[in-house]
């Protein structure tokens, strides 16, 4: 086998290290040399100014929409070379499903993010949250805005996932408009390599949007400051490390760390044998310890049943590991594959012989790996510990190895369940198996500030959970304490750490200007023509249409009443308003939305293909019958839409701030209503 150095790709250019000095990357399966990395110093100012220079530059001038389809596209490239990256996925030990879990799971997270654009404008920057209005005069107010950092995402990633790792990462700084330079760890950097050779080859990502580092990155830390983002995966001491750096500190850069923690999962007090939740919590526990052998930051480590199923589970348990056969995930019938090397599995054996000192060994797997090329140096079968006093002890709630080993140990009630599962100072995820409502509210109310995320698994959600130790790209992948306090992915939130956030203060006018987006009380210009008469690109955000007045009367609200079917009291009998707050009957609040529409629509076939729904709907001001009502119509703000194929219209969604008022000009109902509306150049 080749060890050829694995070569850097730095300012859009694959650099071969020019040193001798290298280290050996062993295929984990028959122990041959794979690869090497170099110990080389490289010239890590210069990395970070190019992204910062070129990538960065090229980001922040994207738009969310063209962000987010870049990603789509890549994603999509991805997936046509996935087989290649299985093929090297062979030399980490992965079996076809734990590979699976790193690629294509890796790259569903491109697909996630790519669909999160659509929560975003169509511009390089976010608008958080809503207008803060800030004078009685509603001539000053504030509005917070997103934008790119102008630095680096720095990625230091950890071993057992060099894919996934690497691409729910790059996915959400990518989305926000930071470039990254990525560090993977050096026993698996040649998968990572793979994948981004591939994504160099498709010529999707803008230059200098990804570095990426094959070999040690010592000084790496010594040249960010407050431009730069850092996110850090693997242990807890090596991420205290990293993140006690001078630079750090004295620069205040955002720091990441998702850290190794004693994750837990916890057999409901109401459990019975026979129970469907019995066997998902086995079976479960069993996938925990296995997939991956072991090696994933969210697998179970400690295991807490009811005291008098504490037998039954470990003998169910160790049935069920047995079945895990081990060994060369080529090999039929291969469930388990090896650790990433010898040195981990040496590692993983110190650790299990601490945790021995206060627990016992009830079960390990001693089969022989199967295959030919499987050669014992990083093979380890399933260990299961059991310690009858966690209470009283401290290794199984401090000492973590990172393998396929777990301990089992019983608790009296769920209080001491919440204990027990408290005593890892903080995890990254948990998980509760039970059926019972009551027991699951009191634990979850009683372990969620120790935890990033928690499972609850039981009959009805079996058939669609996606496990204990499956991170989600829509939730947040972090925890506290000992986890790294940080987080991950989480959707929206995510992107805010690559975002500095900013309160801009202003006139409702201004703030219009700067967010692109229309404040009530900012200046309207009466458009012409009508507002459904004009293409998307025509439509300028403060533009406005005031329509004709309408009288409500009585006649409106019983008609209303009866073609909708709502018959509440305030609308439709004046005898039932004694100590409520109506002076008489009152219009029902979705007339006033219908009617708004019958005053602001043009019913003209025009550009607006559809109305496509209502949001942050209010009714602020009883209407009553001789009520005069007006109302204006003001473009809010606009994204174009992704066209599905060569045959479909190109079009965008248009926001319109909806403002319903009286005669005496104060609002009555506000809404923004959203509609679909066609370009006038289809040609692009």
Known sequence: ?????????????????????????????????????????????????????????????????????????????????????????????????????????????????????????????????????????????????????????????????????????????????????????????????????????????????????????????????????????????????????????????????????LNASILGESVQIGDAEFDFFIREVRKEMTVKAGQKCTAVRRIF??????????????????????????????????????????????????????????????????????????????????????????????????????????????EEAISLANMGKGSLCCSLVSHDPKESQEFVHGAASMHGRILVLDRDCAAESTGHGSPLPQLTHGGPGRAGGGEEMGGKRGVNHYMQRTAVQGSPTMLAAITQSYHPGGKRVEASPHLFQQHFEDLVIGHTVTTAKHTITETDIVNFANVSGDHFYAHVDETSLEGTIFEQRVAHGYYLLSKAAGLFVDPKKGPVLLNYGVEQARFTKPVYPGTTVGVRLTVKDKVEQEKKDANDIRKGIVKFHVDMYDDEGESVAIATILTMVKFRNQSV
């Not at 389809?69 to 090297?88: G, Q, S």
């Not at 090329?373 to 093979?379: G, L, N, P």
């Open 1 to 261: 086998m080749s060890s050829t150095p694995l070569q850097h790709f730095i300012s859009e250019r694959w650099q071969a290290p020019s040193s001798s000095d290298v280290q050996i990357i062993q295929h984990a399966i028959h122990g041959g040399a794979i690869a090497s990395v170099s110990n080389e110093a490289i010239d890590f100012e210069n990395v970070l100014k190019y992204g910062r220079e070129t990538g960065n530059a090229k980001l922040r001038r994207m738009t969310f929409q063209e962000r987010g389809l870049m990603l789509k596209r890549l994603a999509l490239h991805l997936l046509k070379h996935k087989d290649k990256f299985y093929e090297a996925s062979w030399g980490t030990g992965a079996t076809r499903t734990d590979a699976w879990i790193d690629i294509e799971g890796g790259i569903g997270n491109l697909f996630s993010y790519a669909s999160l654009r659509r929560q975003y404008g169509d511009q390089p920057f976010a608008v958080d949250g809503e207008y803060i209005p800030l004078g009685k005069e509603g001539s000053f107010g504030a509005h917070h805005i997103l934008t790119p950092k102008t630095g680096v995402a720095i990625h230091i990633n950890a071993f057992n996932f060099p894919v996934w790792g690497m691409l729910e990462k790059v996915a959400v700084n990518w989305l926000a408009g930071m470039p990254a330079v990525v560090k993977p760890a050096s026993s698996t950097a040649f998968l990572t390599s793979v994948v981004v050779q591939e994504i160099v080859n498709s010529k999707i990502i803008p230059e200098g949007a990804l570095q990426l580092i094959c070999g040690p990155a010592r000084s790496l830390l010594d040249h960010v400051d407050e431009r730069d983002v850092v996110t850090f995966t693997g242990s807890a001491q090596t991420g205290m490390k990293l993140k006690s750096n001078p630079r750090i500190l004295s620069h205040s850069v955002p720091f990441n760390m998702e850290a190794d923690s």
């Open 305 to 414: 049943v009811p005291k008098h199923l504490i037998d039954p589970v470990q003998e169910a348990l160790a049935s069920s590991l047995a079945k895990s056969v081990m060994g060369d995930p080529q090999v039929e019938g291969v469930r388990m594959g090896s650790l990433v090397n010898a040195a981990q599995k040496k590692e993983v054996l110190d650790k299990v012989a601490d945790l021995m000192s206060e627990s016992e060994c009830v079960y390990r797997y001693e089969d022989a790996p199967r295959g030919d090329q499987a050669v014992e140096d990083a093979f380890l079968g399933a260990v299961l510990l059991r310690n009858d006093k966690p209470g009283a002890s401290s290794k199984c709630h401090s000492t973590e190895a990172f393998g396929p080993v777990a301990t089992l140990m019983p608790y009296q009630h769920i």
